[in-house]
């Protein structure tokens, strides 16, 4: 019974989470938005984060420019 009751809570939780916050939008990018941010910051790793793709795809991304 205390278990069912716990299942509940977690679902009516979660429905109300879901009622205020929207779902992740993934975000389109070009090669000359990840350039400009790393010239911005010099940092792979947070460019990596703000784009949420790999820091190997960043790397790719500077190499071909390099080319």
């Known amino acids: 019974m205390n278990n069912d009751k716990q299942t509940n809570e977690k679902r009516k939780a ?10 992740p939008i993934p ?3 070009t090669h ?28 790719e991304v500077l190499k071909q420019v390099k080319a």
């Open 14 to 23: 979660r429905t109300v989470v879901e009622n205020f916050i929207n779902k």
């Open 27 to 29: 975000h389109e990018w």
């Open 32 to 59: 000359d938005d990840i350039i400009r941010d790393y010239e911005k910051c010099q940092d792979k790793k947070k460019v990596a984060a703000i784009w949420r793709i790999s820091v190997k795809e960043v790397n």
